[in-house]
């Protein structure tokens, strides 16, 4: 039993070396969110409700849910938790000069990769088209 729906969402969420004798997976088992609602939805007696599910590599999947005030920080939670695996493409896009300036949940890691991908493709087209005698140094 986890104190809240955030710790459970971070102990799923967290890699077993990062995690130590908390984690709840063996070793080279990665989770991520796989449905996550885009607001928080009401019941019919009116009380607010989130749940969104992760998926892992070995097949496990959870559902977390919550129910009233809390339901509005699970939200807040899993959304920045969507923007983590981006972190990790944004310092190669500035090394390419480029600053991202609106990265959201739409974001998905496969489209991040080929941004980065794309962009150095064009970069090395370029280098190879141009004529790399003529400058002189």
């Known amino acids: 039993m986890y104190e809240n729906s955030v710790v459970a969402l971070h102990m799923i969420l967290e890699s077993p070396t990062t995690a130590g004798d908390r984690s709840i997976h063996s070793s080279g088992v990665s989770c991520k969110i796989s449905t996550i609602p885009r607001q928080i939805t009401y019941l019919e007696n009116g009380i607010q409700y989130y749940c969104i599910e992760v998926t892992c590599d070995d097949g496990s999947e959870f559902a977390i849910q919550e129910y009233g005030d809390e339901a509005e920080t699970l939200c807040r939670e899993a959304h920045?938790?969507?923007?983590?695996?981006?972190?990790?493409?944004?310092?190669?896009?500035?090394?390419?000069?480029?600053?991202?300036?609106?990265?959201?949940?739409?974001?998905?890691?496969?489209?991040?990769?080929?941004?980065?991908?794309?962009?150095?493709?064009?970069?090395?087209?370029?280098?190879?088209?141009?004529?790399?005698?003529?400058?002189?140094?």
């Open 80 to 137: 920045k938790c969507i923007l983590c695996p981006h972190t990790s493409y944004i310092p190669e896009l500035e090394s390419l000069g480029l600053k991202p300036n609106h990265i959201n949940e739409l974001n998905d890691n496969y489209e991040m990769e080929n941004l980065v991908s794309n962009i150095k493709q064009s970069f090395f087209q370029d280098y190879k088209s141009s004529d790399v005698r003529s400058i002189s140094l």
